[in-house]
């Protein structure tokens, strides 16, 4: 019933289409990302004078929310613990070791005295040396629980050990000092050790206490003149009224006035691109399936890189929507694949917070995927293709942060990290085209390249059951390659189109001349229109056989229109002979005619191959009238009007055949002696 009802109103699908892709898009952008003013640090403002529009307070830049931070720091309190059992070890160590260093019996005072310095050593607290230079003033020590603060200079240092020693033994002699010092250097350690978690714990009180904003700016006060460049004070007014802007989402009106504003900015774009697709592919616009997969694609891409957006707004340049530039190229053309990259990036752009960035970087990118190869089927060539689009990303945001800063230094180089994930999403475009092909019914390079393969299964069965039409089939296939090339056809296409376009003969192979051997022939034992209705229904079999094996129809094309409209005439000749009066519609094939240049092109190499088998000694006069002659025939039969082929080309594609026919017999061009 739908299908009955879609069919009598053919625009009711696409109004279907309009309305889907409309309501998707906008369900899925933000309604709170608010109005905000466009500018670039070291520019001018050229713009009217910018009054303030309401009180809002100046957000702290990045540079004094760090400085800040490093004045807290440096005025913190350092939390350590102070180790008994480190403390007592050192002094048994001492009395332990004295010996080895003080071995006068009458060493008992140095001893005492020795032990004395060290106790206040251990009392003062000995500071690990990855902390002597920390920048701390005051310390937090850390004993059975008891906190008792003090300041670091008076900790001991380990490399103020030998100036220790002789601020305190001043009086004794160089090498008493000298023997207490490589005592004390063995044994002494710190007692203290850092309190990470007390530590952090204070910090993090401070930092809590910082103010984001600072000052503010009242309503109606001048944020910024006309002609003036934008920095310093300036330009933190600006920062901080677009961060106003966006923090209030809670104003119902204004997010009905976005809502609304977003309906009226997707209608507009995707109308747009249904009246470009009607004027300019309009085979595209009367095709249903084709018609769903471009609005599809402009959703999608839509709607992925606003929903990594939302989640963190530096993750919108790793949403890769290169990659459906890439599939609409793959499947239709490059200017259709660019159009609809454009308005998925215009759309996009206005939920980022830097738009005009947004688009520039975007474009770069997009036009460098559609300039890239489109053999995209060839894995390396697919990596090179990447690199291009991943490159193009470093250069264009790098490019524009040069010209709007004026400073490499503020580059993001994190951003490339995000460039690179970009990159490697991309290379999924490979199985995306078989998903796509299967829900759509289209047919990429990678399948018609798959067809190619002669040990398929029904190239297989040509080959075993039909073996002289298969090596027609490959002569034909290789002679409307040459011809496809030289008038920049679909090569790969017309090549498949060229391999299938016999396999109806399957069914009676024995009943076509290039399959019987000998000079006997099933059709001596038949009447001419049963013989023409056997050589005619090879392509109603063929049709029959290719969807069976689910070839694609642009495949199926081929087997449709190698013959066209025209006449079995050698059937036709016969039977006149005796019945003048015949009904000639017996004989005519049903068509339709070539409308393409890849099915004329088919047409003419099929017909070419199969009438040169009759000649006896060619040379290359004959050839080349001969040629001539099937070529114009088809012409003026009007095979070819439904085509886009011109008459130029089908010039270029008769030498093309002529110099291929050459090469296959193998002439030799006769010099003057």
């Not at 697919?382 to 490159?391: G, M």
């Not at 679909?490 to 019987?516: C, M, W």
């Not at 000998?518 to 229109?529: A, K």
Request: with cysteine.
């Amino acid at each position: 019933m739908l299908k009955r009802f879609l069919e009598i109103s053919p625009f009711i699908y696409k109004i279907l289409i309009f309305i889907a892709s409309v309501a998707f898009i906008v369900y899925f952008l933000p309604l709170n990302t608010q109005y905000s003013i466009q500018f670039s640090e070291g520019k001018r403002w050229n713009e009217d004078t910018l009054y303030a529009p309401f009180d809002f307070p100046i957000i702290k830049s990045n540079e004094e929310l760090k400085l800040e931070k490093k004045s807290i720091e440096s005025n913190s309190i350092l939390y350590l613990d102070v180790n008994a059992d480190i403390s007592k070890k050192i002094l048994n160590d001492y009395s332990s070791n004295f010996k080895n260093f003080f071995k006068n019996e009458n060493d008992s005072l140095n001893y005492k005295n020795g032990l004395i310095l060290l106790k206040s050593f251990l009392k003062r607290g000995i500071l690990p040396l990855d902390l002597s230079n920390h920048k701390a003033k005051e310390i937090a020590l850390i004993s059975d629980n008891v906190e008792s603060i003090t300041e670091i200079s008076s900790l001991f240092k380990l490399e103020d050990l030998s100036l220790e020693i002789g601020n305190n033994l001043a009086n004794e002699s160089k090498l008493k000092k000298s023997l207490f010092y490589n005592l004390f250097f063995d044994i002494i350690k710190p007692n203290l050790s850092y309190n990470k978690e007390l530590t952090e714990e204070y910090l993090n009180e401070l930092y809590s206490s910082i103010s984001f904003t600072r000052d503010l700016v009242l309503k109606g006060d001048v944020i910024i003149e006309t002609n003036q460049i934008i920095e310093g004070e300036k330009l933190s007014k600006l920062k901080s009224l677009n961060y106003q802007f966006s923090s209030k989402s809670d104003n119902n009106k204004i997010n009905q006035s976005i809502f609304i504003g977003y309906i009226l900015l997707v209608c507009t774009l995707i109308f747009l691109t249904m009246i470009y697709i009607y004027k300019f592919r309009f085979s595209v616009f009367e095709n249903d399936n084709k018609m769903t997969f471009i609005f599809l694609n402009i959703s999608l891409s839509v709607i992925m890189s606003v929903i990594l957006a939302e989640l963190n707004p530096r993750y919108i340049y790793a949403a890769p929507i290169c990659i459906f530039p890439l599939l609409t190229k793959t499947f239709f053309d490059s200017r259709l694949a660019f159009f609809t990259h454009i308005v998925s990036i215009i759309i996009i752009s206005f939920t980022v917070f830097n738009g005009f960035e947004y688009i520039f970087i975007q474009t770069l990118a997009g036009i460098i995927s559609i300039l890239s190869t489109s053999k995209i089927y060839k894995r390396a060539n697919l990596f090179v293709s990447v690199a291009q689009i991943t490159f193009i990303y470093f250069l264009g945001y790098s490019t524009f942060h040069l010209l709007s800063s004026g400073n490499i230094e503020k580059i993001d180089f994190l951003q490339f990290g995000f460039f690179l994930a970009n990159g490697m999403l991309t290379l999924f475009v490979l199985p995306l085209i078989y998903f796509y092909e299967k829900i759509f019914f289209l047919v990429s390079d990678v399948s018609l390249l798959e067809l190619t393969d002669t040990n398929s299964p029904l190239l297989k069965e040509l080959s075993n059951k039909a073996p002289g039409t298969f090596n027609h089939s490959l002569q034909v296939a290789n002679l409307s390659e040459a011809c496809a090339s030289e008038i920049n056809a679909n090569i790969l296409l017309t090549r498949v189109g060229a391999l299938y376009h016999d396999i109806g003969k399957i069914k009676r192979p024995n009943f076509f001349s290039e399959n019987q051997k000998g000079s006997v022939s099933p059709h001596d034992e038949l009447n001419p229109e049963e013989s023409a209705k056997i050589i005619i229904d090879h392509v109603s079999d063929g049709i029959s056989l290719a969807k069976k094996y689910k070839l694609p129809d642009r495949v199926i094309d081929f087997i449709r229109t190698h013959h066209g409209k025209s006449k079995v005439y050698f059937f036709y000749k016969k039977h006149i002979e005796f019945n003048p009066n015949c009904d000639i519609e017996k004989f005519i094939y049903p068509g339709p005619k070539p409308f393409s240049k890849e099915t004329s092109i088919v047409m003419m190499a099929d017909s070419v191959e199969a009438a040169s088998k009759s000649l006896k000694e060619p040379s290359f006069e004959i050839l080349n009238e001969f040629v001539h002659k099937i070529i114009n025939q088809k012409m003026d039969e009007g095979q070819f009007i439904n085509s886009n082929i011109t008459f130029s080309e089908i010039e270029v594609v008769k030498k093309v055949l002529v110099k291929k026919l050459i090469n296959i017999y193998q002439l030799r061009i006769e010099y003057p002696t």
